[in-house]
Nanobody, 123 residues
Framework: VQLQASGGGLVQAGGSLRLSCTAS????????MGWFRQSPGKEREFVAG????????FYADSVKGRFTVSRDRGANTVYLQLSNLKPEDTAVYYC?????????????????WGQGTLVTVSS
Protein backbone atom coordinates (compact mmCIF):
# COMPACT_ATOMS: atom_id res chain seq x y z
CA VAL A 1 0.00 0.00 0.00
CA GLN A 2 1.31 3.42 -0.91
CA LEU A 3 -0.10 6.52 0.75
CA GLN A 4 0.01 9.94 -0.87
CA ALA A 5 -0.58 12.92 1.40
CA SER A 6 -1.41 16.34 -0.02
CA GLY A 7 -3.03 19.64 0.83
CA GLY A 8 -0.38 21.30 2.94
CA GLY A 9 0.65 24.89 2.48
CA LEU A 10 1.16 28.28 4.08
CA VAL A 11 -1.75 29.76 6.00
CA GLN A 12 -2.24 32.56 8.48
CA ALA A 13 -3.15 31.89 12.08
CA GLY A 14 -6.88 31.30 12.38
CA GLY A 15 -7.07 29.89 8.88
CA SER A 16 -7.99 26.45 7.59
CA LEU A 17 -6.60 23.70 5.40
CA ARG A 18 -7.78 20.28 4.35
CA LEU A 19 -5.25 17.50 4.05
CA SER A 20 -5.92 14.41 1.97
CA CYS A 21 -4.34 10.99 2.04
CA THR A 22 -5.08 8.63 -0.82
CA ALA A 23 -4.13 4.96 -0.75
CA SER A 24 -2.92 3.05 -3.77
CA UNK A 25 -5.29 0.16 -3.33
CA UNK A 26 -8.58 -0.75 -1.80
CA UNK A 27 -7.18 -2.94 0.95
CA UNK A 28 -6.54 0.12 3.05
CA UNK A 29 -10.28 0.77 3.30
CA UNK A 30 -10.44 -2.03 5.89
CA UNK A 31 -7.73 -0.50 8.05
CA UNK A 32 -7.74 2.16 10.68
CA MET A 33 -5.95 5.33 9.59
CA GLY A 34 -4.01 7.90 11.54
CA TRP A 35 -2.54 11.34 11.13
CA PHE A 36 0.71 12.29 12.82
CA ARG A 37 2.87 15.38 12.67
CA GLN A 38 6.47 16.35 13.28
CA SER A 39 7.59 19.86 14.07
CA PRO A 40 11.21 20.97 13.69
CA GLY A 41 13.30 19.64 16.54
CA LYS A 42 10.49 17.54 17.93
CA GLU A 43 9.49 13.92 17.75
CA ARG A 44 6.61 12.82 15.57
CA GLU A 45 3.34 12.89 17.49
CA PHE A 46 -0.15 11.54 17.08
CA VAL A 47 -2.81 13.95 15.83
CA ALA A 48 -5.97 12.03 14.90
CA GLY A 49 -7.23 8.55 14.17
CA UNK A 50 -10.23 7.00 12.47
CA UNK A 51 -11.51 3.44 12.38
CA UNK A 52 -12.00 1.40 9.23
CA UNK A 53 -15.62 2.51 8.75
CA UNK A 54 -15.28 5.99 10.17
CA UNK A 55 -17.41 5.10 13.15
CA UNK A 56 -14.75 5.90 15.69
CA UNK A 57 -12.53 8.97 15.71
CA PHE A 58 -10.22 10.41 18.33
CA TYR A 59 -7.77 13.27 18.63
CA ALA A 60 -4.80 14.58 20.50
CA ASP A 61 -5.84 17.06 23.15
CA SER A 62 -3.90 19.80 21.39
CA VAL A 63 -6.13 19.65 18.30
CA LYS A 64 -9.45 18.52 19.74
CA GLY A 65 -12.26 20.82 18.62
CA ARG A 66 -10.14 22.30 15.81
CA PHE A 67 -9.27 19.32 13.60
CA THR A 68 -11.65 16.78 12.09
CA VAL A 69 -10.70 13.44 10.56
CA SER A 70 -12.94 11.70 8.05
CA ARG A 71 -12.70 9.14 5.28
CA ASP A 72 -14.24 8.17 1.98
CA ARG A 73 -13.76 4.43 1.71
CA GLY A 74 -14.94 4.33 -1.89
CA ALA A 75 -12.22 6.79 -2.84
CA ASN A 76 -9.59 5.18 -0.59
CA THR A 77 -9.03 8.62 0.90
CA VAL A 78 -8.75 9.97 4.43
CA TYR A 79 -9.06 13.66 5.19
CA LEU A 80 -7.90 15.91 7.98
CA GLN A 81 -9.68 19.24 8.19
CA LEU A 82 -7.54 21.76 10.05
CA SER A 83 -9.36 24.80 11.40
CA ASN A 84 -8.46 27.72 13.64
CA LEU A 85 -4.81 26.99 12.97
CA LYS A 86 -2.11 28.19 15.31
CA PRO A 87 1.61 28.75 14.68
CA GLU A 88 2.34 25.74 16.88
CA ASP A 89 0.49 23.57 14.37
CA THR A 90 3.36 24.12 11.93
CA ALA A 91 4.71 20.67 11.07
CA VAL A 92 5.03 18.00 8.45
CA TYR A 93 1.83 15.99 8.59
CA TYR A 94 1.92 12.26 7.86
CA CYS A 95 -0.89 9.81 7.24
CA UNK A 96 -0.50 6.16 8.13
CA UNK A 97 -2.42 2.91 7.73
CA UNK A 98 -2.89 0.82 10.85
CA UNK A 99 -2.26 -2.91 11.05
CA UNK A 100 -5.82 -3.43 12.25
CA UNK A 101 -9.29 -2.08 11.61
CA UNK A 102 -8.84 0.48 14.35
CA UNK A 103 -6.51 3.43 14.68
CA UNK A 104 -4.10 3.92 17.54
CA UNK A 105 -2.01 6.67 19.09
CA UNK A 106 1.08 4.44 18.88
CA UNK A 107 3.25 4.72 15.78
CA UNK A 108 4.26 1.09 16.04
CA UNK A 109 0.67 0.06 15.31
CA UNK A 110 0.99 1.45 11.77
CA UNK A 111 2.75 -0.36 8.96
CA UNK A 112 2.36 2.03 6.02
CA TRP A 113 3.26 5.72 5.98
CA GLY A 114 2.81 8.53 3.50
CA GLN A 115 5.60 10.91 2.60
CA GLY A 116 4.26 13.87 4.55
CA THR A 117 2.88 17.26 3.63
CA LEU A 118 4.12 20.51 5.14
CA VAL A 119 1.76 22.86 6.94
CA THR A 120 3.13 26.26 7.87
CA VAL A 121 1.07 28.63 10.00
CA SER A 122 2.20 32.23 10.18
CA SER A 123 1.36 34.51 13.09
Amino acid sequence: VQLQASGGGLVQAGGSLRLSCTASRRTSSNNGMGWFRQSPGKEREFVAGISWNGGNTFYADSVKGRFTVSRDRGANTVYLQLSNLKPEDTAVYYCAAARSAFASTHQGDYNYWGQGTLVTVSS
